[in-house]
């Protein structure tokens, strides 16, 4: 790679000579001749920029947002779980208190709060979390239900999504998230015994075949709803590519790997090389999402379509994702927190759902999170695609893995060129699938 | 190996500037609205879009057909209007209430009093540009309302290709610049804004947020409420009441059309800070 830039990132294919602009994530094939003056132009980038037509204002100002609406709340229906993962954040469903349920009155409370200040014809999202939420299923639908009539009766648009450990859903479970269009994710780390060793039940028995036998009615009847795998990847999971195939051949709708980076034991947290092995796992994949779309094919790498997407629209963002601003997570007893990991958590605290967003600590939050005050962050290349790693695991942990981000979407970059010049007709599909 | 700089994202190519086009041709340099527009009304790239016709920039009416077009769409002209283009209706029914609270109601056209209204071209078109450039396209038009025996004519058109080719470095490239036949010299700064004359009257309340104050020389009152000038006010001194006269071009209070287009630099006055400027030292 060559050196790195704070204002561009250089990167080359054999369709030539790119650069990312920082601002406003806008990427441009150029001419060998500008790569290299860019390349000898660190401190003056600016003046080139601009005799190049390419300078506009800044995208992203220091200014914090205000007045956000809350357009997405995860509730923790139930602080408890039937598996042991030793790496959870949620502390084997806890979260480090007194396993519980969440109360109907709470629910509702939350559920009423989503759906407060959206108008007809806006779009709000609610997740069920834990614990695994599974194990609260009456509430569980009956919050789908509340919010469903809600939504008829408001023209507000809502979507559901889950993320479960997989070990309690029926057949009816899945009639019940076809209904409702649900994105369910399973959590599966690994085939066999590499996700038995990671996922235990709290006696220490695997899950993984329990998973699997409940999971293919499922993706059997998937139309409206989508059934993914999520991969928590530690030193213990390093085999993406064989994951990833063979999820992909048991017909889920995406596969989607995230490196643990931080948990409350330590255990299972990933060190420099391993998440250097990773990226190369990761790239190996990319590869073939490559050669797959090329000849035409569905290959569901999620970070991978994520990534392309997010590139080629050309997001720019000062934050990671939505936490604190749009979207929160709901504690068992109807606490407000950044999101769904900082559950009874002082740091996320952010008000109660009968009270509504406590503003000040919001404003404390987004002030303080934004991505021009974050170090090494405000001088990296990476800073508004990458918005400075998720909140809960630079907080606990810090930044272990701004290498791997960077190596990943430098291969995203370079991939993003290959994929437009090879399959012009795959990036606009591409967006018009992304979520609103 | 490019020669050229190439946008390749979208957020690249929504802030490239195409060679010879001036800065104000960048959204974040362009002022205000974007159709009649200051700089230029962009409704007139569609007006030619099919060869052989002419179509108004705002209502889908066929104002004129080439001489040399067949009969049957020389027909057109200045009788028909154009509903569909393939699969895609151009004129649709729109509902909504005629009053805040009021129930949802057919919402009559001010051009021909019927319940239809004519689509945005830019998006109603905008698959058809990208998949029938240069290629026949069904059209179809329909008869003026006011015509008793309502007739259809069905036919067969070429959508003119929306963006310039050029060779560039012995290749063969589409730029980011609209095509010369879409456009003739002189097509899209037709139908512009006239702001200081006309629009500035034409277009209250709020709608001009950046340079048409409307509300001028507002003071808070304790109770919450507040006082002020229209801006279109006639004949205001530091001693008018802040009393806001509801816009209305008949009110003989409030500058007129006939007012503007005589004297609109001196009717209307500059704000600064939300007040009516100081009078120059001469006028005290």
Not at chain 2, 154 to 165: G, Q
Request: proline content about 7%.
């Amino acid at each position: 790679m060559p050196p790195e830039q704070r204002d561009f990132h250089l990167f080359e294919t054999e369709f030539g000579a790119h650069v990312l602009l920082v601002n406003g994530s806008r990427v441009f094939t150029i001419p060998f001749e500008i790569a290299r003056a860019l390349e000898g132009y660190p401190d003056d980038s600016d003046a080139l920029l601009s005799r190049l037509g390419l300078s506009t204002p800044e995208y992203v100002t220091g200014e914090p947002p205000t007045a956000i609406p809350i357009r997405s709340l995860s509730l923790a229906i139930a602080q408890k779980c039937n598996l042991g993962c030793t790496y959870c954040y949620a502390q084997e469903g806890g979260f480090g208190s007194k396993e519980k349920d969440m109360s109907p009155e709470a629910a509702r409370a939350a559920v009423e709060l989503l759906f407060y200040e959206a108008a007809a014809g806006d779009r709000v999202q609610l997740t069920f979390l834990g614990g695994e939420p599974l194990t609260n299923r009456k509430l569980l639908r009956d919050c789908t239900e509340e919010a469903a009539a809600l939504a008829e009766a408001s023209g507000v648009r809502v979507g559901f999504s889950i993320t479960t450990n997989g070990t309690l859903l029926t057949p009816e479970d899945g009639e019940f998230f076809e209904r409702h269009g649900f994105a369910v994710t399973i959590s599966l780390d690994g085939v066999g015994q590499v996700h038995d060793r990671l996922r235990p039940f709290k006696g220490g028995r695997g899950s993984y075949d329990r998973v699997l036998a409940n999971a293919r009615p499922l993706l059997a009847m998937q139309r409206r709803m989508q059934v993914s795998a999520r991969v928590t990847v530690t030193p213990d999971n390093l085999f993406l590519r064989e994951t990833l195939d063979e999820f992909l051949s048991f017909g889920f709708h995406s596969v989607g790997f995230s490196p643990m980076l931080s948990s409350p034991t330590e255990a299972g947290e990933m060190s420099s090389a391993d998440l250097a092995a990773m990226l190369d796992q990761m790239i190996s994949c990319g590869e073939e999402f490559e050669r797959r779309v090329v000849r035409g094919e569905r290959y569901a790498f999620l970070n991978m379509s994520n990534a392309l997407a997010e590139i080629h629209k050309g997001t720019h963002r000062p934050y990671p994702c939505g936490a604190g601003a749009g979207y929160f997570g709901v504690s068992a007893e109807g606490g407000l927190y950044a999101c769904h990991r900082f559950v009874e958590d002082p740091v996320g605290a952010m008000g109660d759902v009968r009270s509504g967003v406590d503003r000040a600590s919001q404003a404390r939050w987004l002030a303080g999170r934004h991505v021009h005050l974050q170090e090494p962050c405000r001088d990296c290349w990476a800073r508004y695609m990458c918005g400075g790693g998720c909140h809960h695991e630079v907080i606990k942990r810090g930044r272990p893995a701004c290498n791997y981000i960077r190596g990943w979407l430098h291969y995203c970059l370079q991939a993003y060129i290959r994929i437009l010049e090879r399959r012009p007709d795959y990036l606009p599909q591409c967006l018009i699938r992304l979520p609103l | 190996m490019s020669k050229r700089i190439e946008a390749k994202n979208l957020s690249a190519q929504l802030q490239y500037r195409a060679a010879g086009n001036p800065p104000s041709t960048e959204p974040h340099t362009a002022i205000s609205n974007a159709f009649p527009g200051l700089e230029m009304d962009f409704r007139n790239v569609w007006k030619r879009i099919l060869v052989g016709i002419e179509l108004h920039e705002s209502s889908n009416f066929v104002v004129a057909a080439d001489d040399d077009a067949p009969p049957k769409v020389k027909q057109l002209a200045l009788h028909y209007r154009l509903m569909r283009v393939e699969d895609i209706s151009v004129m649709v029914p729109v509902t909504g209430p005629l009053y805040v609270g009021g129930p949802n109601v057919s919402l009559p056209d001010t051009t021909f009093h019927d319940p239809l209204w004519p689509l945005e071209w830019s998006n109603a078109l905008a698959k058809i540009v990208h998949e029938f450039s240069g290629k026949k396209v069904n059209c179809t038009f329909e008869s003026l309302p006011e015509d008793p025996k309502k007739k259809t004519v069905n036919v067969s058109l070429t959508v003119r290709p929306f963006f310039d080719e050029a060779d560039v470095e012995g290749e063969r490239v589409r730029r980011a610049v609209i095509a010369k036949d879409v456009a003739e010299p002189g097509a899209l700064s037709q139908s512009l804004c006239s702001p200081w004359q006309n629009d500035y009257r034409e277009c209250a309340c709020f709608y001009w947020a950046a340079t048409r104050p409307d509300y001028v020389n507002v003071e808070a009152r304790p109770d919450g409420t507040s006082g002020g000038n229209n801006w279109m006010q006639k004949e205001r001194t530091p001693q008018t009441p802040p009393v806001y006269n509801v816009d209305d071009w008949m009110d003989p209070n409030l500058l007129n059309y006939s007012d503007l287009f005589r004297d609109w630099e001196k009717a209307l006055r500059f704000i600064i800070g939300g007040k009516d400027e100081e009078p120059p030292p001469e006028a005290q």
